[in-house]
């Protein structure tokens, strides 16, 4: 199928991109990598007046560390991510989650904003957001505000960006060394959309817990914090009653809806499934294995 007709800007600055989008009063869609925008426009889903292209913009595409946090910019593309020194050695959790991104073609074009930007509760990315703590960076004509991943997504492929804002910064805290990790997806086949998807961060002090860090991806309308979860770790420790315990909890905490590719049911059984998994593998990196 072909696009609805459009008008297409490629604006040489983020100033000139911010008046496009106040001129089109909210009819206009930013196009980043274009992974998701242009199938949503050849099956016509969308019909915008406008594309407005981030593409020209200088500055937008960066990844660096500072003040304990790995900061990205919104157009940096997936494949630049997977491929960042910087990236695999200190935050392997965002290496080893943008791998699981569809196909090297479209994470050559994919970015890390435009996949938060869509907010696809079963994408990686979000799910990364959140089990991090981490928070965006939004530019509005009335300035820049920082929005945390519980402020950002509302619903699915929804989020609390204006339609005069532009995502240009991703924040991401840097979890401590020794720090155990791991990104656990179940999907029909590789570069589909996850089923379910979940992400762990474990700060062990030998047998206790003192940090940990959990979110499951595709079990609900947002990316799910497993808050409750990660209580009953810090709590109990990380011994076997208290694995068991975290995951079976964290399959209670997801509301998923039932669709073609699973239902809801299932959806809960993969979550205490996957739990389970990521944080014995999250275990054995804090132990000095490669999970």
């Not at 915008?48 to 940096?76: F, H, K, Q, S, W």
């Not at 200190?90 to 907010?119: F, N, Q, W």
Request: hydrophobic share 45%; glycine share 8%; proline share 7%.
């Amino acid at each position: 199928m072909k696009p609805p007709p459009f008008e297409y800007h490629a604006p040489a600055s983020l100033e000139e991109a911010l008046a496009l989008l106040v001129r089109y009063g909210g009819e206009a869609k930013l196009l980043a990598g274009g992974q998701s925008l242009v199938p949503l426009l050849n099956f016509r889903l969308l019909r915008p007046a406008a594309l407005v292209d981030l593409n020209r913009i200088p500055g937008l595409a960066y990844i660096r560390e500072e003040d304990g946090r790995l900061v990205l910019g919104a157009m940096t593309r997936q494949r630049a991510i997977e491929f960042s020194d910087v990236v695999r050695r200190r935050l392997p959790l965002l290496h080893a989650a943008t791998r699981l991104v569809g196909h090297l073609p479209i994470r050559t074009r994919g970015t890390i904003g435009g996949s938060l930007a869509h907010a696809d509760p079963a994408a990686e990315y979000p799910a990364l957001l959140t089990a991090l703590e981490g928070e965006v960076v939004a530019v509005s004509p009335r300035g820049r505000r920082v929005l945390a991943a519980a402020e950002l997504f509302r619903t699915y492929l929804t989020t609390s960006l204006g339609t005069d804002e532009i995502l240009v910064e991703v924040r991401l805290p840097l979890p401590p060394p020794g720090a155990g990790w791991a990104f656990e997806e179940f999907s029909r086949r590789h570069g589909d959309f996850a089923i379910v998807a979940v992400a762990a961060v474990v700060e062990r002090e030998g047998a206790r817990c003192r940090r940990a860090r959990l979110a499951a991806a595709g079990a609900g309308p947002v990316p799910v914090r497993l808050r409750e979860a990660e209580a009953i770790l810090e709590r109990d420790g990380l011994g076997e009653d208290a694995l068991r315990a975290a995951a079976a909890r964290a399959a209670e905490l997801v509301e998923p809806d039932s669709d073609v590719h699973a239902s809801a049911e299932y959806r809960r059984h993969l979550t205490a499934v996957l739990t389970e998994r990521a944080l014995r593998r999250a275990l054995a990196r804090a132990d000095g294995g490669d999970g």
